[in-house]
């Protein structure tokens, strides 16, 4: 395998890489329809630093795919021969391989360059090429090598992203499974990772998690989107005080309130709008600069659903992000909401009132609270204080709805 003791990491920073794809082909070109050759470009700042080609066979439209992938040579002619027969057949080991035989994508002809030539790197340049280029019915095809070159790291790249070994020569990556799915979701956290804490090895044995007391993950950044997707709750949180009056919530109905726990479903309008103000108060500490932290298990609730809320804008509103952000400093701590659930809260007890096999866990009477040291959970506790010292102005009023 490639030796990685000799790569710097310190300048490998994943948030800079972005993709280019290159595929061109004749309009009425018959050779094309069967086969398309993807030249795929990792660029850091703009500058080339990876390039690597992606085959794609279609089975469907191939008049005879062995035939057809043999003809681009080098690594694709050797997956023909092993894949199809000479008729452009699924041979019989093929079929028992994969899950759904058919489709291929045929990763090879990688050139990298320092500090870049790191497994992960080329497994989340992979996955990313596997995302675009296919759907679940494809088997992605990768070199079986190990001698220290470039195709070595193809080779350490399928193995980060659940490759089985199909010969001597193939690595097979079948995307009807779930397994490539969430090794690809491990590869796509480790290089996230990467890139906020500048730490190479994250996830390594030498990893020591007091490294990473007193790291701020309320970034300027961050407050501002939680900001947002806590008033973005809020506006709903209200409008639904107003619509629903004292009827019960219903989770067939939807809505917020329908999303809490099913113990709170039948809490009257009054418990209503202290929780609509629980996200008041969570976005006041968030745009005054203040520190955000719940103070009775309403505001741990709501700041539960502000975390989950702003993880959504980030990933489905990226230009309403972005606008919210405008002028402020970036940090590599950036959006990272699992911190924020992990540091923000001393426990996450309100989430097993999610849990219906836990049904009177907020008993106070019960044995379980007691026992475990919870309080608080029963939805008449909601809203009082953990700390009468910290507890909020009983004169702050309510947002009109």
Known sequence: ????????????????????????????????EGVQTWHISLLADDETVARVRATRGLYWKAHNLHERIADEQSFPAVVAEQLFDAEGQFTPEYEDFVDLPGNVLVVDDLHIA?????????????????DRLTDNQY?????????????????????LLSAEPFSDELLIIDTSLAAPEEAAHRVREQLRSRARYDRAEFFSEDWDEEDDEGE??????????????????????????STLGEQPAQRSAGGLFGSLPRVTWHQDAAWRRQM????????ADCASGAEVEPRCTGEEMALHLGIARAQELTRNRPRLVQDSVAGLPENRADFDWDACSD???????????????????????????????MVNLAPSDWFSAFDPEQARDPDRGFRQP
Do not use: Y
Request: glycine content about 2%; cysteine-free.
């Open 114 to 130: 320092a500090p870049w030539d790191d497994p992960w790197i080329v497994a989340g340049l992979t996955s990313s090429i596997i």
């Open 276 to 283: 609509a103000r629980a996200f008041d108060d969570l976005a």
């Open 216 to 241: 701020e993950v309320l970034t300027a950044r961050t407050r501002a989107v939680l900001h947002l997707a806590l008033q973005q709750l809020s506006d709903k949180a209200w409008q639904e005080v």
């Open 139 to 159: 088997a992605v095809v990768l070199p079986r090598v190990s001698d220290d070159t470039e195709a070595a790291l193809l080779t350490e790249a399928a193995v």
């Open 1 to 32: 395998m490639t030796n990685q003791t000799t790569r710097s990491h310190t300048k490998a920073d994943p948030s800079t890489l972005t993709l280019e794809f290159r595929h061109a082909h004749r309009l009425i070109d018959p050779a094309a």
């Open 343 to 373: 540091v923000l809260f001393q426990d996450h007890d309100v989430l097993m009132l999610f849990d219906n096999s836990l049904d009177g866990i907020e008993d106070p009477q019960g044995d379980i609270p007691q026992s475990l040291g």
